[in-house]
């Protein structure tokens, strides 16, 4: 590693922000491909194909963000080691990598192709959307692979502390799939099906050119064919990354109940909650930036046994932050329908849109706290309390939240939208809890085993 990768030396401050800008970045334009494709969507589709858009990207998001929670575990994996100073187990950790990730992006792809109707139903997508919701989540099942290995080099490479790379790959992505848009949506007319099919092949575009760019670059590890197996390594990330996964999945089934909930309230609840949840995904990239920045700086540290700069970042992550999200949260609570204008012209989902960004707005803040909570015990191999967490807030708070608004006579989607922030804040009480607990024990014991 260069010094800019190396955490262990230097202003943890300055070199975690200056790894976080490009994360965040990254994460922008990844954003921009589901805003691009309900955009388009809903300037040269239909109401219903915007509608088939939403709710088929909330049930591939599921499958994605799992896949992406045990990429996060090669992250720490390899921070760790490269905290260690031992770079020669790195070849065998990717080596595995690539063919566990490999075996679970078939198995995955081939089930959301057999049961994207099953599930589409199960979703209540409305019934002017279904098959557009099918349509699109076959298509992006065909694809998967694809999707499963972007997620797979862009750890790689923050494992390295390098963070500039995924900018540029998921950059390329981004440029291809606003292209593909504009062609077969708004130029063939192909709806949800087209907005698919744009984004599967702007993600095999960009892993094609990242695994050129990474052939020429001089890595701090080597791997050869001889790594590339089923060894052991895998099971050291997987128990890691599968709380983690796991945590995923069932955290985004709140999610699609919760879509499921929305979807009973009509046509104009399902588009505006799509429209809603766009604008959701950029509210959250700070938050997130922060979380997977936190990890490698975080693991690279406790690697080296430099806790005390593994905790300034963490503090450094709520301070900054904070600060960001009091801004995103006065601009999303009061110029949320000005937001929504910019995916459809349509009033009436203009309206059910700020209905929830109106409740949904304080997770901007609380959530920082939340999630660089969640990066500092993630760099600590904490998965485990990280999984518990996640599901006490999601199945205590959010979902019977979201669920008893959702019945209430003339049910408005702000308070569905509230349930969000009120579960975050549960989730910082447990966090805070776990973590006290968590130094009293090292000042007792002189060991981190909680």
């Known amino acids: 590693m260069n010094s800019n990768q190396d955490f262990t030396t230097g202003n943890i401050g300055a070199k975690m922000l200056n790894f976080m800008m490009p994360i965040l970045a990254a994460l922008v334009l990844q954003a921009m491909y589901g805003a691009v494709d309900l955009l388009i969507v809903g300037r040269f589709g239909t109401t219903a194909g915007m509608s088939g858009v939403s709710t088929g990207s909330s049930i591939m998001n599921m499958f994605t963000f799992s896949v992406a ?6 992250t720490v994996v390899m921070g760790t080691y490269l905290g260690q100073k031992k770079p020669e187990r790195i070849g065998r950790l990717l080596g595995g990598g690539i063919c566990f990730f490999a075996v679970l992006s078939i198995v995955m792809g081939v089930l959301l192709m057999l049961l994207a109707r099953p599930i589409a139903v199960l979703m209540q997508a409305p019934a002017e959307a279904l098959d557009y919701t099918v349509v699109y989540i076959r298509i992006c099942g ?9 997620n797979l080099i862009s750890a790689v490479f923050r494992g390295m502390g390098d963070s500039v790379s995924p900018l540029i790959f998921v ?10 848009d504009l062609a077969l949506v708004a130029g063939l007319h192909m709806n949800a099906a087209g907005a698919a099919i ?14 050129l760019i990474i052939r020429k670059k001089t890595l701090p590890f080597t791997i050869t064919k001889r790594d590339i197996g089923f060894n052991e390594e895998i099971p050291r990330f997987v128990m890691i990354g599968l709380p983690l996964a796991l945590q995923e999945v069932l955290t985004n089934i709140t999610f699609l109940a919760l879509c499921a ?24 990239l700070i938050p997130s930036s922060i979380m997977q920045s936190m990890s490698s700086v975080v693991a690279q540290n406790v690697g080296a046994r430099l806790e005390e700069r593994a905790r300034n970042a963490m503090k450094i992550g709520i301070l900054v932050g904070g600060v960001i999200g009091i801004v995103i949260f006065l601009g999303v609570f009061f110029k949320g329908d000005v937001l929504a204008e910019l995916f459809t012209e349509d009033a009436a989902v203009i309206s059910r849109a700020f209905e929830y ?24 191999q904490k998965s485990m309390f990280v999984m518990a967490q996640s599901l006490a807030q999601s199945f205590l708070i959010r979902l019977p939240m ?12 702000t308070g569905i939208g509230l349930a969000a922030p009120c579960a975050t804040c549960f989730g910082i009480v447990l966090c805070f809890i776990y973590d006290r607990i968590k130094i009293r024990r090292v000042r007792i014991t002189g060991r981190d085993d909680v």
């Open 69 to 74: 929670a045990l990429t996060t575990a090669l």
């Open 357 to 380: 960004l109106k409740g949904f707005a304080p997770e901007s803040i609380v959530t920082v706290v939340l999630f660089s909570y969640m990066g500092y015990f993630n760099g600590h």
């Open 171 to 180: 950059g390329i992505a981004c440029a291809v799939n606003i292209v593909g």
């Open 261 to 284: 909930f929305v979807n009973r309230l009509g046509l104009d609840a399902s588009s505006g909650y799509g429209v809603a949840q766009k604008i959701q995904s950029f509210v959250m």
């Open 402 to 413: 979201s669920y008893i608004m959702s019945i209430r006579p003339g049910a408005s989607l």
């Open 198 to 211: 744009a984004t599967v092949v702007a993600q095999a575009v960009s892993v094609v050119i990242s695994i």
């Open 142 to 150: 065909a694809g998967f692979v694809f999707i499963v290995f972007y």
